[in-house]
């Protein structure tokens, strides 16, 4: 019968981590990862991913969770910042509290925080969820932070290196941090 499960599972047995015989420059060592992983079905297809994907859809969805609730919207602006190379939105988000006057916001502190610069970096994803979650929710101490500070995140600045599957660089093969 077929199954039709289908998603991310974290797998594999006997895994171990040791240095090796090669050498690098100097005195230190390479180190090796092993793993077994048995495979159920002869004709499954299987992918190995270095951690848990995020995709680009993953923080759109989030992005929409957030903004369909009604007091998380009069807390955060979504705009688009440019678009990359392949015509994906590169997104900025604002949050603070935007109740304010003109003049208590001018006087804030801004703070930037930025993710994904390199796409195979998928943990910052879900840390950037964290923060979102966290600055736009109830908490005394994000109310605090929304009065004191603006906040400008560019939740994923590489999309089009997400979307490719690259590890550090952008569709153009540019590491951005260089």
């Not at 090669?22 to 992983?37: D, E, H, I, N, P």
């Not at 079905?41 to 009604?70: F, G, I, K, M, N």
């Not at 590890?167 to 590491?175: F, K, M, Q, T």
Request: aromatic share 10%; charged share 20%.
């Amino acid at each position: 019968a077929r199954s039709s499960t289908v998603g991310w599972r974290r797998r594999g047995e006997s895994v171990c981590y040791y240095q090796n015989r090669t050498r690098r420059r100097g005195a230190q060592y390479f180190y090796t990862l092993t793993f077994s992983l048995v495979f159920a079905h002869v004709a499954d297809v299987c992918y190995l991913a270095y951690c848990y994907p995020h995709t680009l859809t993953d923080l759109r969805l989030h992005l929409r969770r957030l903004q369909s609730s009604a007091a998380i919207a009069r807390r955060l602006r979504r705009r688009s910042l440019c678009t990359s190379l392949a015509g994906n939105r590169v997104e900025v988000l604002t949050i603070t509290s935007f109740t304010s006057s003109a003049e208590e916001l001018a006087s804030r502190k801004g703070v930037f925080i930025s993710a994904r610069v390199h796409p195979g970096e998928t943990n910052a994803s879900y840390m950037m969820e964290g923060i979102l979650d966290y600055l736009t929710g109830p908490s005394l101490g994000a109310k605090a932070l929304r009065d004191s500070c603006v906040f400008k995140i560019v939740p994923m600045l590489n999309p089009d290196g997400v979307v490719a599957g690259n590890y550090r660089c952008s569709l153009a093969g540019v590491d951005l941090n260089r």
